[in-house]
Each structure stands twice: as structure tokens, then as C-alpha cells.
């Protein structure tokens, strides 16, 4: 499975932005897909999961509410949109997949894209 990471950028506090992950190699109907991120000096931490079906979604605390993920399995991809954006929003946003983690925490994800960055400038 490859997975391309994509949509960060540079943008205001209280602005949104949409990642996308796109898929190749495997079909992502059956796989769920995390969002992770990584901030400079902190550990990475999990974002988001949706599970294979996309009937069953997770978020962190610091994200419900303000960001949503969903699923397009007909163009191979999983969607992180992120609104009310805040400085500490800021780092390394990667997407991840596997067969069937038990939890959204990155050790349970083999599969992994290149992170895409998203700057939320204050």
C-alpha cells in the first residue's frame, strides 16, 4: 500500500484546511486510515480514524469538534478537514493505514504516506 499525503499548507489561525490521502496499490474499501501528526520536539500523536466501512469514526479530544474525517472509496482517498485551525495545530501531518487496528494509535498502523505540512500562523 502507498499512500500519498496531501493538501497542507500555510494558514491563519481560524482558517481551515483539507488533507487528503490518497491510495495505490490497494483498494482502501477494507482498510482503515489514521491521521497522525508530529509538532517539532513532541511525540507524534493521533489525529483522526475512520475504520474500513467508514461507519466508525475517532477523533482526539483537541480535534472534536473542529475537524472531521470521512472517506471516498471510489477515488481511493480519505479526507481530514480541518476548521478553527489554532497555532498549536501546527506539524508534520501523516496518514497511515492497516487491515484492522484496534485503536487509533500509530502502532497499530504498517502502512505509511510522507507527512504533509500545515502551518497555522497566529
Known sequence: VQLQASG????????SLRLSCAASG????YLA???F?????????????ISGG?????????????FSISRDNAKNTVYLQMSSLKP?????YYCAA??????CSDYE??????????????
Open 8 to 15: 497542507g499548507g500555510l494558514v491563519q489561525a481560524g482558517g
Open 26 to 29: 490497494w483498494t482502501l474499501d
Open 33 to 35: 486510515i489514521g491521521w
Open 37 to 49: 501528526r508530529q509538532a517539532p520536539g513532541k511525540e507524534r500523536e493521533g489525529v483522526s480514524c
Open 54 to 66: 467508514g461507519g466508525s469514526t475517532y477523533y482526539a479530544d483537541s480535534m472534536k469538534g473542529r
Open 88 to 92: 498549536e495545530d501546527t506539524a508534520v
Open 98 to 103: 492497516d487491515h484492522d487496528p484496534e485503536t
Open 109 to 122: 498502523f504498517h502502512y505509511w504516506g510522507q507527512g504533509t505540512q500545515v502551518t497555522v500562523s497566529s
